[in-house]
């Protein structure tokens, strides 16, 4: 039992390039969520997907695309990378109807744009 | 506008003492609140929780305060271990699927 395993665990990409960060979970949760983290702040939202099928914008999903593949994969896609998305980037899962929205969360992708 | 706010970046206890990290909020309508650890180079992991009904919880060595009042709550840690050296974030929840997070407590136990 893995867990939630992201990949890469590092990226370093020029301004313009694309790239998908991967993220796959084995617990059968339903609902999965996109985070990034950048220095002195908290994790902020990106997208989340309730369920298989489904996603939704968060707080910051300017720039970002997502998908859900099936329910154990959630990827995140960065068309034309900008230095403004160097950050640290989390996946995370939860289970259905968890209470209190405890997430688990994948080791994160480190991401430089320079 | 920063709906979760830990002011203190960093707080250094001495082993075997009592930790004590801080959070403060804004929005009532929070209906839960979390604590999550990460240590360097991992993912957060679940700490503990409180419903905003409640005032107090406790798991172990861990409570979690909750005054509403003062749209506040804290995380006590006792006794502190080297092990809890780690960023302590608080998070609420807005929905089913949203959480809001402060920017973490970096805690240093003293040995």
């Known amino acids: 039992n893995a867990g939630v395993t992201q990949t890469p665990k590092f990226q370093v990409l020029k301004t313009g390039q694309s790239m998908t960060l991967q993220c796959a979970q084995d617990m059968n949760h339903n609902s999965m969520y996109w985070y990034r983290q950048d220095p002195g702040m908290g994790l902020r939202l990106i997208y989340y997907s309730a369920s298989e099928g489904t996603t939704d914008k968060g707080e910051v999903p300017n720039g970002y695309n997502v998908s859900r593949l099936n329910k154990r994969e959630f990827s995140l896609r960065l068309e034309s990378a900008a230095p403004s998305q160097t950050s640290v980037y989390f996946c995370a899962s939860t289970p259905e109807r968890a209470v209190p929205y405890e997430q688990y969360f994948g080791p994160g992708t480190r991401l430089t744009v320079t | 506008d920063q709906q979760v706010k830990q002011n203190s970046p960093s707080l250094s206890v001495q082993e075997g003492r009592i930790s004590i990290l801080n959070c403060d909020y804004t929005?009532?309508?929070?209906?839960?609140f979390l604590w999550y650890k990460k240590y360097p180079a991992e993912g957060p992991t679940f700490l503990i929780s409180i419903s905003s009904i409640k005032d107090k919880n406790e798991d172990g060595r861990f409570t979690v305060f909750l005054n509403k009042s003062a749209k506040h709550l804290s995380l006590h840690i006792v006794p502190s271990q080297p092990g809890d050296s780690a960023v302590y974030f608080c998070?609420?929840?807005?929905?089913?699927?949203?959480?809001?997070w402060g920017a973490g407590t970096k805690l240093i136990i003293k040995p």
């Open positions: 998070a609420a929840s807005v929905s089913n699927y949203q959480l809001i």
């Open positions: 929005n009532s309508m929070f209906d839960y």
